[in-house]
């Protein structure tokens, strides 16, 4: 009886790894992606978005400059609250499978 019960927790554990892994994965590529579409589109188009400016300046030399530089800082805030959100949903998956 305790062996099955010993069992059904290293279950629930290794499940609640699972999920929380997935979960690590999936944020990590999506944010990646999102990374590599705006460093790749802001030198893709750059000859389309110098025809626009924006302050006086070239819009893609903007974008470059300082566009691409808030982007990957917001990047970098979404991948922290959305780890945090992941990690707590695994400490309380830990807890009820304790």
């Given amino acids: 009886m305790e062996t099955s019960a010993v069992a059904d927790q290293r279950r629930r554990l290794v499940a609640a790894r699972r999920v929380h892994w997935a979960r690590t994965r999936r944020i990590t590529a999506t944010l990646l992606l999102l990374w590599l579409a705006t460093g790749f589109c802001t030198v893709f188009f750059?000859?389309?978005?110098?025809?626009?400016?924006?302050?006086?300046?070239?819009?893609?030399?903007?974008?470059?400059?300082?566009?691409?530089?808030?982007?990957?800082?917001?990047?970098?805030?979404?991948?922290?609250l959305a780890m945090r959100r992941a990690d707590r949903r695994f400490v309380a998956a830990l807890k009820d499978a304790a």
């Fill in 46 to 80: 750059a000859r389309e978005l110098a025809t626009w400016s924006l302050f006086g300046w070239p819009l893609s030399f903007y974008l470059a400059a300082q566009g691409a530089s808030l982007v990957y800082l917001a990047i970098l805030g979404v991948y922290v």
